[in-house]
């Protein structure tokens, strides 16, 4: 069984930062395009940034262009997501989970909660 565990958020002034971590059990990430998500309050789950394997091709939703970077490291099976400038409108529970059909996704995480004060 797949077990996706993040962490590395909490409460932050706008223009902070936060590093997120992703370390998934279960399963090798190694050949798995992996992505970032979040759950802003009152919204549906939105995708913010996936990375590719070998090589490691990053793409981002524009929301989040430019104030984040993602990562992996594969030798510890885990994603990461850097994130710089940020917006009391990026407060919500961010997760992270492989990319692919919404059927074949893993189950998710208990998620990582950011919160952007003003």
């Known amino acids: 069984q797949v077990q996706l565990v993040e962490s590395g958020g909490g409460l932050v002034q706008a223009g902070g930062s936060l590093r997120l971590s992703c370390v998934v059990s279960g399963r090798s990430i190694q050949f798995a395009p992996m992505g970032w998500f979040r759950q802003i309050p009152g919204k549906q789950r939105e995708w913010v940034a996936d990375i590719t394997t070998g090589p490691d091709v990053t793409t981002y939703a524009d929301s989040m262009k430019g104030r984040v970077t993602i990562s992996r490291d594969n030798a510890k099976n885990a994603v990461y997501l850097e994130m710089r400038s940020l917006e009391p409108e990026d407060t919500g529970d961010y997760y992270c989970?492989?990319?692919?059909?919404?059927?074949?996704?893993?189950?998710w995480g208990q998620g990582t909660q950011v919160t952007v004060s003003a």
């Open positions: 989970n492989k990319m692919g059909p919404m059927t074949s996704l893993w189950s």
